[in-house]
Nanobody, 123 residues
Framework: QVQLVESGGGLVQTGGSLRLSCAASGRTFSNYNMAWFRQAPGKEREFVAAIHWITGNTYYADSVKGRFTISRDDAKSTLYLQMNSLKPEDTALYYC????????????????WGQGTQVTVSS
């Protein structure tokens, strides 16, 4: 089992920045590929970014590429998402997720999820 707890969400104006954190506990954090997803009201959960546990390679949705940066600190068992140049369309509940197998953009393939942290971007 891996327990994930997100933090760092909040209300920010358009163009602002936030850094989300996801603290992991339980099984060895460094053995899992990690990702961020988000879900806006009335919409499906969508992939935001992922990071490979061995190579450190990162993957981003086109909508956030160049604005968001995913990173991980295995010593602290923590995943991060630095979000810059935020837009109102970034408003959503943001989740971190862990998968023991391959990195994927498919939410249903992830093994563990946090409870989410709300990000609201005002125009």
């Amino acid at each position: 089992q891996v327990q994930l707890v997100e933090s760092g969400g909040g209300l920010v104006q358009t163009g602002g920045s936030l850094r989300l954190s996801c603290a992991a506990s339980g099984r060895t954090f460094s053995n899992y590929n990690m990702a961020w997803f988000r879900q806006a009201p009335g919409k499906e959960r969508e992939f935001v970014a992922a990071i490979h546990w061995i190579t450190g390679n990162t993957y981003y949705a086109d909508s956030v590429k160049g604005r968001f940066t995913i990173s991980r600190d295995d010593a602290k068992s923590t995943l991060y998402l630095q979000m810059n140049s935020l837009k109102p369309e970034d408003t959503a509940l943001y989740y971190c997720a862990a998968v023991a197998s391959h990195v994927t953009v498919v939410a249903g393939r992830y093994d563990y999820w946090g409870q989410g942290t709300q990000v609201t971007v005002s125009s």
